[in-house]
């Protein structure tokens, strides 16, 4: 199932979303109303969870607007308005749920499996790559030409990591930081050795080298 949360508060963008991913879900996240229409044109998603007050485009026209495009994807407006006009509001631009701030994250859980219920989404984790080779993040197993193959939990960290920001320059550095604990981080040597087992995998032209500078997974 895949999700995008659109929170403009760092922190609780980053405690939600990694409870989510706990959970066993995928999730892109964004900080802005204009990146969240890009993602949402752009994506297929199985579920939004939105905050209100965001910059540039609020949560409610973000919703109206996909809604008047006819994508009825469920949403869950996560938002410190709690007034009942504000309810009014949400859900006259087509929310499906309404959590008030401040939450516990298992309430969220809670209020996602209601509209896995409700809309009878099942949990699928697959990640096409490409038109031979799809990735389940959860399992850690890629599937090749009807073929599985299984990859380390770290090594699969990566690969997620990587197809998160498709074609954007990643750098040992940003992936240590983002995946690891500073104090249980790997050396380089170690990250460039994941990197190149995923490369024997998958193939060689979905992850580009760029020396000196780090490396780009690549859209085919």
Same mark, same amino acid.
């Given at each position: 199932?895949?999700?995008?949360?659109?929170?403009?508060?760092?922190?609780?963008?980053?405690? #939600?979303?990694?409870?989510? @991913?706990?959970? %066993? *879900?995928?999730?892109?996240?964004?900080?802005?109303? *204009? @990146?969240?229409?890009?993602?949402? *044109? =752009?994506?297929?998603?199985?579920l939004y969870v939105l905050d209100v007050n965001v910059p540039n &485009?609020? %949560? /409610?026209?973000?919703?109206?607007?996909?809604? =008047?495009?006819?994508?009825?994807?469920?949403?869950? /407006?996560?938002?410190?308005?709690?007034t009942a006009s504000d309810?009014?509001?949400?859900?006259?631009?087509?929310?499906?749920?309404?959590?008030?701030?401040? /939450? @516990?994250?298992?309430?969220? =859980?809670l209020r996602i499996n209601n509209i896995k219920r409700l809309y009878k989404i099942e949990d699928t984790n697959t990640i096409q790559i490409s038109s031979n080779i799809s990735f389940d993040p959860i399992s850690n197993d890629l599937l090749k030409d009807d073929e599985i193959i299984h990859i380390s939990k770290k090594e699969a960290m990566v690969l997620n990591y990587f197809i998160k920001h498709t074609n954007q320059v990643i750098s040992i550095s940003e992936i240590c930081a983002n995946i690891w604990e500073y104090e249980n981080a790997p050396t380089d040597a170690t990250i460039r050795t994941y990197i190149k087992n995923?490369? +024997? +995998? #998958?193939?060689?032209? /979905?992850?580009?080298? &760029?020396? %000196?500078?780090? *490396?780009r997974f690549n859209k085919i």
């Open positions: 199932m895949k999700i995008l949360l659109l929170e403009d508060d760092v922190l609780l963008n980053e405690l #939600i979303s990694e409870h989510l @991913e706990e959970d %066993g *879900y995928i999730v892109d996240v964004c900080f802005d109303g *204009y @990146e969240a229409q890009d993602k949402a *044109y =752009s994506n297929k998603y199985d &485009l609020n %949560g /409610f026209e973000f919703l109206k607007d996909l809604r =008047s495009n006819k994508n009825n994807t469920p949403a869950i /407006f996560v938002t410190s308005l709690h309810m009014q509001d949400g859900f006259a631009s087509g929310a499906d749920d309404f959590i008030k701030k401040p /939450f @516990e994250l298992e309430e969220l =859980s995923i490369r +024997n +995998n #998958i193939g060689e032209e /979905f992850i580009t080298n &760029l020396k %000196g500078v780090g *490396y």
